[in-house]
């Protein structure tokens, strides 16, 4: 079994800029390692070898373009009022929405299930487990205002996930390129 994603991989200039963040560590944060920095296009989970190749297969015939990408903003999501997750946001980008209704229209075609969550494209900072009010406060209050330079989108990528103890290891399994 293979635990899948399609995302975006982030260039290295814009993951170091966005590995500055972490100087501003607090407690209740387990920060994401920069080199794990992306844009998830569509979660898939795990699937069997055949169903990979097919989800492969399916990801090969996307056409669409290129385009740029800017992220800004900092927020959390939340579950039951408490934040679970400390993320970079992307400015709204209809090429991004194209790119991702096709890749969820292939998912679905290889035989996984749709994806019922609406969209809200991120990068992910890091896990939260009951982080200090306050020091999360200034973090958000720090870095809300962020915004990085856009970036050329030129292919996506089916990463595989591998769950370790300390921070998951992800591999680029296939990439895409766009038009």
Same mark, same amino acid.
């Not at 975006?8 to 387990?30: D, N, Q, V, Y």
């Not at 056409?63 to 740029?68: I, S, T």
């Not at 915004?147 to 591999?171: G, I, N």
């Given at each position: 079994?293979?635990?899948?994603f399609?995302g975006? !991989?982030?260039p #290295?200039e814009?993951?170091?800029?966005?590995s500055?963040?972490?100087?501003?560590r $607090?407690?209740? +944060?387990?920060?994401v390692?920069p080199?794990?920095?992306?844009?998830t &296009?569509? $979660?898939?989970?795990?699937?069997?070898?055949?169903?990979?190749?097919?989800?492969?297969?399916?990801?090969?015939t996307?056409?669409?373009?290129?385009?740029?990408?800017? &992220?800004?903003?900092?927020?959390t999501?939340?579950?039951?009022?408490?934040?679970?997750?400390?993320?970079?946001?992307?400015?709204r980008? !209809?090429?991004?929405? #194209? &790119?991702?209704?096709?890749?969820?229209?292939?998912?679905?075609? +290889?035989?996984c299930?749709?994806?019922r969550?609406?969209y809200?494209? #991120?990068?992910?900072l890091?896990?939260l487990?009951n982080?200090?009010?306050?020091?999360?406060?200034?973090?958000?209050?720090?870095y809300g205002? $962020?915004? +990085?330079?856009?970036?050329?989108?030129?292919?996506?990528? &089916?990463f595989?996930?591998?769950l370790a103890?300390?921070? +998951? #290891?992800?591999?680029?399994? !296939?990439?895409?390129?766009?038009a």
């Amino acid at each position: 079994m293979l635990r899948l994603f399609v995302g975006l !991989a982030l260039p #290295h200039e814009l993951r170091t800029r966005l590995s500055g963040m972490i100087l501003h560590r $607090f407690p209740g +944060a387990k920060w994401v390692p920069p080199q794990n920095y992306h844009l998830t &296009l569509r $979660f898939i989970g795990e699937v069997d070898n055949g169903r990979a190749d097919d989800i492969d297969a399916g990801l090969s015939t996307i056409a669409a373009r290129g385009f740029d990408l800017t &992220l800004a903003g900092v927020g959390t999501f939340e579950t039951r009022g408490r934040p679970h997750a400390l993320w970079v946001g992307v400015e709204r980008n !209809a090429a991004l929405e #194209h &790119l991702r209704a096709k890749v969820e229209s292939a998912v679905v075609r +290889a035989g996984c299930e749709p994806e019922r969550r609406r969209y809200q494209p #991120h990068v992910t900072l890091a896990r939260l487990d009951n982080p200090d009010p306050m020091r999360l406060g200034e973090f958000l209050s720090l870095y809300g205002p $962020f915004r +990085a330079p856009a970036v050329p989108v030129e292919r996506f990528t &089916l990463f595989s996930s591998h769950l370790a103890k300390d921070q +998951a #290891h992800y591999t680029a399994e !296939a990439d895409y390129a766009l038009a």
